[in-house]
């Protein structure tokens, strides 16, 4: 295949996945106030679980020539694909409704690489630097205190081992961060996250009959990126606190 025409049919390739990566900030970058300003996103549609609230820590000069140079290799790349005898007879052996499915999964693959978010899984993108979060990042916990008083902190990975790794502390996570933060009548509240911190309680309390739960506790603390000393971690806070029923046990 002849250079230009391999390099138009990658720039048409490309062209989606650019277009999906640079609309969002459009606003932000025309109105940055001079070169060199961080670059602000514009705020993330409905439903979107991305926590940056910036572009990017860098220059926009930088970050216009980082975008470049990613855009410039995927282009590259698509252009020696193209050129590759091997490669393009195998392609043409395909069926025209094959060829047309590959090309379509081509350019989805690719577009979700510059423009891709988790709800596109998938088809996402895959960056060295994220961008600066919102905050502080948040731990969640999962204790809880005996019958007899002793504080337990519980290992929900040891608790469940058939899910797999970090699977439930996500889901409890989840729970959690749309939860209130505890007040004086959580005890007797509902909800999945009731309902799940219970489940929780018996489970624990079917391996130690010696000395079960009494209550189970969700709780969340802060870590703050900027301690350069301890403490490591501030504002823990319960968010929920649940008392075990002995006789369902």
């Known amino acids: 295949m002849p250079l230009k025409t391999a390099l138009l049919i990658a720039c048409l390739f490309v062209a989606p996945g650019v277009v999906l990566r640079v609309i969002p900030y459009v606003d932000r970058i025309i109105g940055a ?4 300003a961080p670059v602000e996103p514009a705020t993330a549609p409905k439903g979107s679980i991305a926590i940056a609230n910036r572009l990017s820590q860098r220059p926009i000069v930088l970050v216009a020539i980082g975008f470049g140079v990613e855009v410039a ?8 694909l193209l050129r590759s005898m091997t490669l393009v007879a195998l392609f043409r052996s395909q069926p025209r409704s094959t060829r ?63 899910i797999a790794p970090r699977r439930l502390y996500h889901l409890v996570e989840e729970l959690g961060r749309a939860r209130p933060e505890a007040d004086s009548g959580n005890e007797e509240g509902g909800g ?6 219970v489940a929780l309680g018996h489970l624990y309390n079917s391996r130690h009959g010696d000395d079960p739960l009494a209550r189970i506790r969700l709780s969340v603390t802060e870590i703050p990126l900027d301690n350069e000393v301890p403490p490591w971690t501030r504002g823990q806070r319960e968010i929920v606190t649940v008392a075990i029923d002995p006789s369902l046990n």
């Open 33 to 36: 106030s001079h070169v060199g």
């Open 73 to 80: 290799l995927h282009v590259a790349l698509i252009v020696i």
């Open 100 to 162: 047309m499915a590959m090309c379509v999964l081509f350019v989805t693959l690719i577009a979700g690489f510059f423009g891709g978010r988790d709800e596109t899984y998938p088809f996402v993108a895959w960056r060295m630097y994220s961008g600066r979060p919102e905050g502080d990042p948040k731990v969640f916990r999962v204790d809880g205190e005996t019958r007899a008083g002793a504080p337990v902190s519980i290992n929900l990975d040891e608790l469940i081992p058939a």
């Open 192 to 197: 999945p996250l009731h309902a799940t911190l």
